[in-house]
């Protein structure tokens, strides 16, 4: 229950400060890459959820995404939600970080993006960092040789963002981690 308590905090977060003002952050790793087990976190016990008005969801930068958008947004995440890792899924049953993406897209607003991670970043449209919002996709890579990304997932607000991890399964991170952080290469949006 605290598990799924979390996940719908996280997916408020988008109208903090008036849904949620707590912190929360869940250390993992990403699944394409080589990684390093970081330390684990405790969730708290307890965090207050308000529901949101029937108006545009606002983020922390004021963008807006209209309702029934958030709410399909919402609805694919939560299918989502601790799926398994199965690399090539596109499934809630199994999914690997582009295949959640691609689905979570056609299925939430209807829009068709590329299936890898590679093509996915060539295709956007460049977002910088301090502009994400919700349904932009963030991209990491773990080579330093290669000029395209390993790794996708999908922001949710305030440094949040939710993919597929080997490991954990669908998950939640921030892009403040340190293991984040060192890998971030930029952003994309497919929303207008």
Known sequence: MRVILLFIVLIFIS???????????NDTEP??????EPKQEAAPDTVDIVEPEKQPVKS????????????????????????????????????????MIMTIYRNAADIKIPRSSRLMWQKGDNVYRDE??????????DNPLRNYPSHVGLYIDNGVFIHASSSKG????????DYYKDRYIGARRFLD
């Open 15 to 25: 109208c903090a400060p008036q849904w949620v003002n707590e912190d929360i952050a």
């Open 31 to 36: 699944d394409d890459v080589e990684t390093v």
């Open 60 to 99: 922390a930068l004021s963008i807006q995404m209209e309702p029934d958008v958030f709410e399909r947004f919402k609805a694919e995440i939560q299918k989502f939600w601790q799926a398994p890792y199965v690399w090539g899924g596109a499934s809630p049953q199994g999914t690997d970080c582009s295949g």
């Open 132 to 141: 994400l919002r919700m349904g932009d996709l963030v991209f990491f890579n």
């Open 170 to 177: 669908v998950t939640t991170d921030k892009l403040a981690d």
